[in-house]
């Protein structure tokens, strides 16, 4: 009992400060690969299910003991920190200096104006109907192949619209807010295609995990009231 109220103590202490208190309840974890590696990789993601604004990834080097935690919240902070790995799973609170946070301009806002969301017949997926919306660039092919553009294809999970589309990329975030047609649900497979429509790289959904997390960033530097 004692212990419950010490750690009840340490997280009043947290947010009882002047400071902006994201919240995490699920992990998301995927596997990537592309053309131009045999090797696959892994991602871990820190997600609050009921909102597109904000979300935690990690990276690591291979054999390190530390992970980078990257964080974006789309309305305008960024930060980039450095924890032990062991630290990372058992923590609770995730606390950042102003030292560690940029603020996040979103300098291709813009470039929403060049997409557009197409919506695909179902994806069948081993005896499992998925939603399948393609990111496609309205620029002429000419433009697209000086530029090597690319689409993103999104295999959405139907059962899953308790959450909130994961739009960890600024186009897609962008996209959505310009043009809020995505469904809700988790993102099964997200993979890229050349104007050839040969697949170049791909991310899939290995596990989605409960946690209940947090990141706190000072008030000082709450560069989201800045851009407002």
Partial sequence: MKNFFSMLLVLLCYFSQAQINYHFDYALLYEFSSINSKTKTSNLYLINSKSVNYYLGESRDKDSINMRLIFLDHNGISSVSKIAIQDFYKAEVFVNECNSVVKHSNK?????????????????????????????????????????????????????????PFLYNPLFYNLFNKTPTLPKGLFKIIYYTNLKGEITFMQELLNVIKVDKYLTIPEECDYTKSLK
Avoid: M, P
Wanted: proline content about 0%; overall charge positive; aromatic content about 16%.
């Fill in 108 to 164: 291709y806002k813009n470039k929403a104006n060049e997409y557009t969301f197409v919506k695909h017949n179902d994806t069948l997926i081993n005896g499992v109907f998925y939603f399948h919306y393609e990111i496609n660039s309205i620029k002429s092919i000419k433009y697209q192949k000086r530029n090597k553009i690319q689409s993103a294809h999104l295999i959405i999970d139907k059962n899953s619209q308790e959450f909130q």
